[in-house]
Structures are given as C-alpha cells and as structure tokens.
C-alpha cells in the first residue's frame, strides 16, 4: 500500500521507489514483493517511465540532452533505458536549447569566451555551443541596425 501511496504521488523508477521503502523501514524480501507486484499489474514500468519523463524534459526544457540523461540517470534509470529514449540527432534541438539559455543570462554582444564556457557548463557539446553563441550574437547584430 505504501509503494502505491508514493506511486500515486510522483512517477519514480524501480530503484529509487526501492530506496524511498527502504528508508520507510520496509524490509528488502517485503519491498521486492510490492515491486514485484506492481510490475505485474503494469503500475511500474521504468521504460515506459523514463520515455516520459525523457520527452518532457526534452520538450519543456533548456537542459541539454547530456543534463537530461543526468537527471534520469539520478532518478535511478537505467543507461539502457535512458540510451533508448534519445533520438539520433539531436543538433537543431540542442541549439535551439543552448540559444534560450544565452538569452536568459547575456546580451548578444557578451564576451563569446564566457557564453562557450556557460554552455559547456550546462553540458552542451562544442560544435553546438560554437554555432548557438555564433548566432546568438549575429541576432544581436541586426538589433542594432534598424
């Protein structure tokens, strides 16, 4: 019933829902059986779980795709799972991440050495963080000109 009430809650995997009864008291043989239990009823499904949680992140957010498996991976998916859930070019998305993330922090015409280093921070590979802060700051220059 506890494994259900947390379910019922917030979406978790298997591993972090077997740390959450663990640290409730529950003993390993008792929380392998609600587990189990509610994999058979389809209650807990990590692969179906992580593609959901990967979508929205994917979507909603201005995370790269290396900070999003981050957070799965924390979440306690599997690489496998996380790994199924990417989609196989992931460039247009990925810049168009990194842009939101210069505009919510520099003007265009910010120094180019620290837009780079803020993206790499955030896990941005380089070639896609070269190509955002290039045309980030060719944006601001047609600002100016009007």
Not at 30 to 59: P, V
Request: proline letters at 1%.
């Amino acid at each position: 019933m506890a494994a259900v009430d947390i379910l019922a809650r917030q979406e978790y995997s298997e591993a972090k829902l077997y740390e959450k009864l663990a640290r409730k008291g529950y003993r390993d043989e008792e929380i392998e059986g609600a587990i189990a239990r509610l994999k058979e009823r389809r209650y807990l499904n990590d692969a179906e779980a992580c593609a959901r949680q990967f979508a929205f992140l994917y979507t909603e957010s201005r995370n790269s795709v290396r900070q999003i498996c981050l957070k799965l991976r924390q979440r306690g998916f599997t690489k496998e799972d996380i790994d199924a859930c990417k989609p196989r070019d992931t460039y247009e998305r990925e810049k168009q991440a990194a842009l939101r993330v210069l505009a919510l922090k520099y003007p265009h015409d910010a120094d180019r050495q620290k837009m780079m280093a803020n993206l790499y921070q955030k896990g941005f590979e380089a070639g896609t963080a070269r190509d955002a802060v290039e045309l980030y700051r060719s944006q601001g220059a047609g600002d100016g000109e009007a």
